[in-house]
């Protein structure tokens, strides 16, 4: 059966379109957000590592080593079984620094460029032939597949072939879709999709091949039974290489696929959207590599069965072709198709990035003003047409000489070099960057004299010079090259790890690697201060633009203000944009680039450890901890909120002066949350706490006492404590301001203005027991001064001593008055067996005035007294007097000079009501709720106690009355206040 060549090429056509629309449309967001990232499409997306020679040439490498197949399957699902251990810490490593490939990896734990430059070559040679695998499949079986028409598209003068002009349109048409896409920004979740929608085509056209095998051709699973009897050299096959011992070669090589390859990296560990993903995975993947392998060897017998003309590397196809089915032949082809053309997709994808950041972009000192973004975009789809332009070439020059199993064991035994230094990134801190580059040299160097270049040029062996004796080369001794390759690989980087010497910063970047980051997390300073200067900084190596669009981008991530000027903040913000320009140009560019403009400040002092970020991140894993670590942390945590609970303010500095520790008292004391003060400087505290909390932080003083602070208009007193925590002995001659400390704050405004009342009612009880005195002593002259002018008033008769008497008289009644009213003051105090009487308002309110009338050093106002003469109400004399004396004081504090305040009284609803008016601004609407509180004030501090109309208003209460306010009281000029006192009349 044979298809028209413009018909299976239109079919393949629009499947490849099909996958891009899909990457697109997920891009766009056009698919559910829950469809795109359910765990199920994490794991068909690791699919994209069964390329073509899993569909077709795995069938070939089972004829070659029967059982020892398998190992494929078993190598790479244990990767993935074993996820926890093998691929979680390097998931959580690759994402937490953006390490989209093992070079940005190596890189990253080497401290090397040297590192990244040597891994993207020898990865590049190492996948040429899994590239050149691929555009073999796809040219071969579709030469297959249209055998009469295809021949018309050879150009025998030009000594092209219909194969490999079938190639070209394939590279180019490939080249084309993915440069349109692949070659952007945002691509991780479309390209994960696509490569899902990928697998699942390849695993319903390989399970449909191998159902019809079993049950098409053998007529089910007992008909397979009687085949293998009749055929027992089939079955006996599947054992022999096992024996030879040749299937723990295949384990080893096939192991290092899920983390060597980088197109299996990046969609694996790097695009890893979440740790549930990753245990889905874990036995999701080898589920999904199960189901591949199952047809592998019905498909082969089937082959057999049915004397197939061709290649065994093609029975995946030839079977259903036999079978004389267009659809499941069809199905079959873009089974085979979407198996190469996903790993093509990845592959070129990968090593263009590879390529870019570490050969392209750390040679140049980027500088641009232009849109940064295109250019990148531009430059990627370059290199992906370059890669797809090296890949045909490789096939060109190899000429179908090799078979696809041959391509794929090259390709694999290649990136098996990388293990040993991926393997150690986690798991030996002890290995360095010339153990690494020393051992990897060795490895690729004998892998390429020993397979690689003798399967090029088509040489078997060698012979030595003057001797007979010839040593075998190319893939017949694959397994001996393997195993020699790898030995030397690893000899020579644990050799030259133990003996060279280590860098500190290598030593460093091993314990990032380390499961154990906590140890690293220290608090280093930087020389910016504010997320502005970033984008300035930025702006000369990313030019404006991209700058701020990146500044913009890491500050949304971290939901952190463009204004934000904490030091904590502001190492997160480095980190981040780290992460993300490591994305964007690679690790090395970007390391450099965050170096240059954003160094850490040098000191003598050693790092502090930061606290917060090891608080946060003992949160995020304390579900991870176990025994005695689960322990201590509950131990803390405990500690913790003891600490944070506690009655008073308290707050922790570290050495350089960053807040550590901002508890709820403090948070309440001070209006100011945690989470604008963690992490930053007492400097950037608004006032009052910026002086008094750095001044007492940065002095000597262990203690501070009774200092006065304004909070929202009203005077506070605190008590300032501090608690260092020493350093170590051989650093105690240092200045101890630099120790890290423990401030705490009390508050004792209660007990000052107590203390203050109680100093007021003492002043006031002398000033009662003067004025008894006074009174005493001044009322007898007074008297005689009185009986004096009388007798002149009846000893004389001129008109102007009669005058002058009178005057005497006059003002000896004021003094009397004066007197009076100091005597009823200085029994005011006295409460005990007061009873009530019936009382004249209008003399309260004119005794209250007169007191007030004798402090000349107040506002003069003018006092009218409104009150009814016949105003009677039952009460104690004395404490109305008092009622009235607060009121008329507040009002006169509160009106301007030459200002008025009226007293009126009336009758209502069964009480004696008198008001008390104002010319003052009112009383503002915040300040109503709290007016009666005991010791809250609004005038100035030492003006005023807070205790007055708390008084009043205790005082109203024990009359069996009520207070009233308003304010304002005039409502056409919002000025004024008024406070009415309502006593009942009683019977």
Known sequence: MSFDIAHI???????????????????????????????????????????????????????????????????????????PVALEPLARLAQRYQLYSPADLLVFRYHSRQAGTLATLFMLLALLPLIALQIQAVSETLALLSRDSVAALALPDSGVSSKNLIAFFYCVLLAVFTSMYGATRERGEGLASAMALESLVKLVALTAVGGYAIYGVFGGFSGLDEWLLEN??????????????SSHTLLLVFIATAVAMPHIFYLSIAERPTGQAMRTASWGFPLFLLLMALPIFPIMWAGFALDVAGPVQYFSLAVPRASGSALLTTLAFIGGLSAATGALIMITLALATMVMNHWLLPGTRWHSEDNMYRQLVWLRRALIAALFIAGFAFYLLLNNRLS????????????????????????????????????????????????????????????????????????????????????????????????????????????????????????????????????????????????????????????????????????????????????????????????????????????????HLIETRLGRYK???????????????????????????ACSLGRDGEVLLWNYAMQDLTGISASEVIGSKLEYLAEPWRSLLGEFALSTDASRFKQQVSLDGNSHWLNLHKARQKRSRSDRSRDERGDAQMLLLEDITETQVLEQELIHSERLASVGRLAAG?????????????????????????????????????????????????????????????????????????????????????????????????????????????????????????????????????????????????????????????????????????????????????????????????SPANPETGTGARFIVQLPLGD
């Open 232 to 245: 027992p050299d089939m079955h006996q096959l599947l054992y022999t290489p096992i024996k030879q011992g």
């Open 404 to 611: 696809l199993s041959d391509l794929a064991l090259l390709a694999f035994i290649g990136s098996l070099q990388f293990l040993p230094g991926i393997f150690a990134v986690i798991h030996w801190p002890r290995g360095n960057r010339r153990g690494f580059v020393g051992g990897l040299l060795a490895g690729m160097l004998l892998w390429g004299g020993g397979l690689l270049i003798p399967s090029i040029f088509g040489i078997t062996g060698i012979t030595l010079p003057g001797t007979s004796l010839q040593i075998p080369l190319g893939m017949s001794i694959w397994t001996q090259i393997t195993t020699l390759s790898l030995g030397v690989n690893v000899l020579l980087f644990v050799g030259l790890s133990l003996f060279t010497r280590t860098s500190s910063l290598e030593q460093y970047a091993a314990d990032l690697c380390s499961d154990d980051t906590i140890a690293q997390a220290l608090r280093l300073g930087l020389d910016v201060e504010s997320a502005a200067d970033f984008r300035l900084r930025l702006a000369e190596s990313l030019g404006a633009a991209t700058a701020n669009k990146e500044v913009k981008r890491a500050l949304a991530a971290l939901n952190l203000p463009d204004n934000e000027r904490r030091p904590y903040a502001l190492r997160q913000l480095r980190n981040k944009l780290e992460s993300n320009l490591s994305g964007l140009l690679g690790r090395v560019l970007a390391v450099q680039i965050i170096d240059r403009h954003f160094p850490f400040q040098n000191s003598d002092q050693p790092a502090n450890k930061d606290i």
């Open 9 to 83: 090429a239109l079919v393949g056509v629009a499947y490849i379109a099909t996958l891009f629309f899909v990457a697109f449309a997920t891009s766009k967001g056009w698919l559910p957000s829950r469809w795109v990232r359910h765990p199920l499409v994490y794991v068909l997306s690791l699919g994209v590592s069964l390329s073509a020679w899993t569909f077709y040439g795995i069938v070939d490498l089972a004829w070659q080593y029967g059982y020892g197949v398998l190992a494929y399957y078993l190598g790479t699902g244990a990767m993935f079984l074993f996820a």
């Open 623 to 649: 579900h991870q901890l176990t025994g005695l670590a689960a322990e201590l942390n509950n131990l803390r945590l405990y500690h913790r909120q003891m600490l944070e609970e506690l009655p008073m303010a």
């Open 774 to 966: 006074v009174a005493h002593e001044v009322g007898n002259p007074v008297t005689g001064i009185a009986c004096l002018a009388q007798n002149l008033q009846y000893d004389c008769d001129n008109p102007e001593v009669l005058e002058t008497a009178d005057q005497i008289l006059s003002q000896t009644q004021r003094i009397s008055r004066i007197v009076h009213s100091l005597v009823n003051f200085s029994h005011s105090g006295n409460q005990e067996d007061s009873e009530r009487a019936p009382v004249d308002l209008y003399a309260c309110v004119q005794e209250a005035v007169n007191l007030l009338s004798l402090q000349r050093d107040k506002t003069e106002v003018q006092f009218e007294n409104r009150v009814p003469e016949d105003l009677i109400a039952p009460g104690d004399n004395q404490r109305l007097i008092q009622v009235f004396i607060n009121l008329l004081s507040n009002a006169r504090d509160a009106s301007p000079d030459s200002g008025q305040i009226v007293i009126e009284g009336y009758r209502k609803s069964g009480s004696a009501c008198v008001s008390v008016t104002d010319s003052g601004p009112g009383i503002s609407a915040q300040h109503r709720e709290r007016i009666l509180e005991p010791f809250f004030t609004t005038k100035e501090p030492g003006e005023g106690t807070g205790l007055g109309l708390a008084m009043v208003y205790s005082i109203v209460e024990e009359h069996g009355g009520q207070l009233e306010l308003v």
